[in-house]
């Protein structure tokens, strides 16, 4: 509201009294200022301190002029009329006054709150700027499903990552990506946990739009509002193709490692025995020590002077019996 809007209605209200009061004066005669007291205080409490003060001005003059004794006149000689109307017009004056600084500090009130609401209102935004920008800058891709899986929204890694457009991904169905690579397991266990509005994780094997396949870790999460209803489905997937592929090589380098360690081991064993086979034939004593001094192989031309089996001389050293007996040792 303007100000001359304010002023106007301001003047309105006291002449519209006047006017009240004329056509009831045959039933508040002699009050003259019964309807007026209220008129300023309205006028003050909705137009502010100068709209209270103009109607308080325009409030006097009219019971001046056309309701104090002689009518239709502006006396000036009975004292009671003029201490009447200072008093009126001074009530009027302060009344409009604190009305007025009121007002001012409802506005400076009204003020900061909005300045406040609007900080606030600016703060949440950068928010959710920095959540979008977030979301749309993720190396993962991030997609947003209603609760039938009609994709609403996708991330620019999403895009780069299945070569479908927003456009083409907006509306359709989250099955457009589903490989027959996916084990049926996995797949039960998503819907068993959207049944329940439970977080799934686990390996998805997807189809990008040229035909070619590739493995996601994908985390699907319930969205719900502040009722706890659910209303939709955050789906963030990271491609661990390259990851998964370098897991089977290194399974594969890992078997074949372990059947040349089984196969070195067997031959190692074949050597051991024929070597064991050729120092058994030897007519004379043979044997093998280590650096120690035990005995490492024996024939049985060595162990038979001592007594013991050939097993049995194994890791100890050589026996005293043997020891002033002439022998061969294998170098």
Excluded at 75 to 85: T, V, W, Y
Aim: hydrophobic share 40%; net charge neutral.
């Amino acid at each position: 509201m303007t100000s001359g809007s304010r002023l106007a209605i301001a003047v309105l209200i006291p002449l519209v009294t006047g006017a009240l009061e004329w056509l009831l004066w045959a039933y508040i005669d002699p009050h003259v200022w019964l309807l007026f007291y209220p008129a300023v205080f309205l006028s003050a409490v909705l137009t502010g301190l100068y709209g209270g003060i103009a109607a308080t001005l325009v409030s006097t003059l009219l019971v001046w002029y056309a309701f104090m004794p002689p009518r239709l006149s502006f006396e000036l000689d009975n004292p009671r009329a003029i201490l009447s109307i200072v008093g009126f017009a001074l009530t009027g004056f302060l009344f409009s006054l604190f009305s007025g600084h009121l007002r001012r500090l409802n506005e400076k009130l009204a003020s900061r709150e909005s300045e406040a609401g609007l900080t606030g209102v600016l703060d949440d935004a950068a928010q959710l700027r920095k959540l979008a920008q977030a979301v749309e800058q993720s190396p993962d891709s991030v997609i947003i499903t209603n609760l039938t899986a009609e994709i609403e929204y996708v991330n620019e890694a999403f895009v780069a990552k299945t070569g479908y457009s927003r456009e083409e991904s907006i509306g359709r169905n989250l099955n457009m990506l589903h490989s027959d690579n996916t084990p049926p397991e996995n797949y039960a266990a998503l819907r068993q946990a959207m049944q329940h509005g439970l977080t799934w994780k686990g390996e998805l094997c997807n189809r990008r739009k040229d035909g070619s396949e590739y493995t996601g870790f994908a985390n699907i999460a319930p969205l719900r509002q502040t009722d706890g209803n659910i209303t939709h489905y955050v789906v963030v997937e990271e491609d661990i193709t390259e990851r998964k592929l370098n897991g089977q090589e290194l399974t594969r380098y890992r078997h074949r490692l372990e059947e040349l360690v089984t196969e070195k081991t067997a031959e190692a064993r074949r050597q051991a025995q024929s070597l064991r086979a050729l120092i058994d034939n030897i007519p004379h004593m043979a044997w093998l020590k280590d650096r120690d001094g035990r005995l490492m192989v024996v024939n049985r031309a060595y162990a038979q002077p001592t007594g013991m089996t050939t097993d049995e001389l194994i890791g100890k050293n050589r026996p005293r019996s043997v020891a002033a007996r002439s022998g061969r040792a294998l170098p």
